[in-house]
């Protein structure tokens, strides 16, 4: 899988969070007992004040990190650029970064299927000023992860080519997203199929991303996990990103099921592993919609709290899938809701304290160096 190139075709290129209100769900362990049963809206943005109410040192600030997750945008009241993606970032030793799409800047006109280019149009601008050295050591969005709708069969071809043409030595991958639930756990009723991974058309779409050398982010909930594992068992050939722990979900019908949804998990991810051409994003589950309400504590919790939350999820993944096809990421500033960014990479940090130098190198650096074709900085 790590030999799979870009198909040069440029001449003829240049030519041309879930805000939904939810249940919340317990906490394992001590925290079992703050299980609340009353409906509360997810705030609209991170709130600094809230979150400096923890404050914890950051542990081993010298390992270095490959941040393989994380959005821009600029929405009312909810602004996250360069400064505020640095500010977050300035505490451990991040590298480098990948830029995930979050349907940010597309384009006011032109044909539907090709406005989604104005994000990666508007990702590759901040990049460069990243690039350009003057914002710290820090590389902003060396990788870029951008959209496109593979529901478009063949026709997605020119929309993949007008992509990597916005961003030729960044653009690196696709997300459609698939993450398909009903009602209270997503805030309105899906517009595509709920087995969106099965569906011929959009398999036809998916078809032309080995050509160009592009990987797939699979974002799922748990319901959906074996969707992916077939379609990874149809393109071999094509690197999927498994995304977020495949969205455990807490809250809706969810709610206070916790250790149910593990035990309906924990064997298809185990299954899923078995595909070499998957690798594991492991993170990504302090969202609104995994149920653990941090958002709604009195102060945001520390990263053994998180770490007895998560533990059980994140060692699970890391055996089925081997430090070497893991890689640790924010989701911020989705996940920023919860907790700080300092308190999240302290979390993985302790986390790994019994691995080998070289496991922890992979999951915090080099697989994402690896799967994301990135520079060695």
Same mark, same amino acid.
């Given at each position: 899988?790590d &030999? ?29 007992? @703050? ?21 914890e ?21 909810n602004?996250?650029?360069? &400064? ?5 970032t300035?505490?451990?030793?991040i590298?480098q ?11 006011? &006109? ?28 820090? %590389? ?10 593979? %529901? ?21 991958g696709? @997300? ?9 756990v ?14 011929p ?18 974002w ?17 050939d ?35 592993a ?50 070497r ?14 907790c ?5 990479w302290n ?31």
């Open positions: 899988m &030999d799979i190139t870009r198909r040069t075709f440029f001449g003829r290129a240049a030519a041309g969070a879930l805000g939904a209100a939810a249940v919340t769900a317990g906490l394992p362990g001590s925290m079992r007992a @703050r299980a609340q049963s009353r409906r509360t809206a997810a705030p609209s943005g991170p709130r600094a004040d809230w979150l400096a109410l923890t404050d040192a950051v542990l081993e600030p010298e390992l270095p990190i490959i941040d393989p997750h994380h959005h821009l945008w600029d929405r009312p009241g602004r996250y650029l360069l &400064d505020e993606l640095l500010e977050d300035n505490t451990h030793k590298r970064t990948v830029f995930v799409e979050c349907t940010s800047m597309y384009r006011a &006109d032109g044909p539907e299927e090709l406005r989604i280019v104005g994000e990666t149009e508007f990702v590759q601008g901040i990049a460069a000023m990243s690039a350009s050295g003057q914002y710290g050591e820090t %590389r902003v969005a060396t990788g870029i992860v951008g959209s496109a709708n593979l %529901r478009l069969g063949d026709r997605v071809a020119p929309v993949l080519e007008a992509q990597i043409a916005a961003s030729p030595q960044r653009f690196r696709v @997300r459609h997203r698939a993450a398909w639930a009903e009602p209270p997503v805030a309105r009723r899906p517009t595509g199929p709920e087995h969106l991974l099965l569906d058309e959009f398999r036809r779409g998916y078809a032309h991303l080995r050509p160009y050398g592009l990987t797939f982010e699979g799922i909930y748990h319901t959906h996990i074996a969707d992916l594992a077939d379609l990874a068992d149809a393109f071999p094509t690197v999927i990103i498994f995304n977020h722990l495949g969205g455990p979900i807490g809250i809706g019908p969810y709610a206070g099921r916790r250790d149910e949804v593990f035990e309906v998990w924990k064997p298809a991810v185990t299954e899923l078995r595909r070499p051409n998957v690798v594991a994003k492991v993170g990504g589950i302090q969202m609104v919609v995994n149920g653990y309400g941090w958002h709604e504590r009195d102060r945001p919790p520390t990263s053994d709290e998180l770490l007895e939350a998560n533990g059980d999820w994140y060692r699970h993944i890391i055996e089925a899938f081997g430090p096809r893991c890689m640790f990421e924010s989701n911020f500033p989705v996940d920023k809701l919860s700080s960014y300092t308190v999240l979390q993985f940090k302790k986390l790994t304290r019994g691995f080998s130098a070289d496991e922890r190198a992979a999951m915090f650096h080099d697989t994402a160096l690896r799967v994301y074709r990135l520079p060695r900085i």
